[in-house]
């Protein structure tokens, strides 16, 4: 499975965003999707899921009631949207899958398969 993540850019505060994870090669039905950010000097952290198989999803406590994570009727794609933002949210966000039931924001290491990444930058 490959993944492309676009859609990052530079916001004032309080902006939107929505960002992209395009997933190709592989059926995502059976999949949990993920992103994740990391701002500059800091691991990188879950910031929300969304599971292929059921629609579950979760979120990190920092980002709930501002970002929603969503999958397409087209089932190839996965979005999240980012309202009200701060500037600790700026980081470069990535896009990870891999195949659960449950998808998870514990760590990284809970997906095998990446994206390369997009930078969103919260300034005024």
């Known amino acids: 499975v490959q993944l492309q993540a676009s859609g990052g850019g530079l916001v004032q505060p309080g902006g939107s965003l929505r960002l992209s994870c395009a997933v190709s090669?592989?059926?995502?039905?059976?999949?949990?999707i993920a992103w994740f950010r990391q701002a500059p000097g800091k691991e990188r952290e879950g910031v929300s899921c969304?599971?292929?198989?059921?629609?579950?999803?979760d979120y990190a406590d920092s980002v709930k009631g501002r970002f929603t994570v969503s999958l397409n009727n087209a089932r190839d794609t996965v979005y999240l949207q980012m309202n009200s933002l701060k500037p600790g949210d700026t980081a470069i966000y990535y896009c990870?899958?891999?195949?659960?039931?449950?998808?998870?924001?514990?760590?990284?290491?809970?997906?095998?398969?990446w994206g390369q990444g997009t930078l969103v930058t919260v300034s005024s």
């Open positions: 969304i599971s292929a198989t059921d629609g579950s999803t």
């Open positions: 090669g592989a059926t995502v039905d059976y999949y949990s």
């Open positions: 990870g899958a891999d195949i659960w039931d449950e998808c998870s924001i514990k760590g990284p290491y809970y997906y095998r398969h």
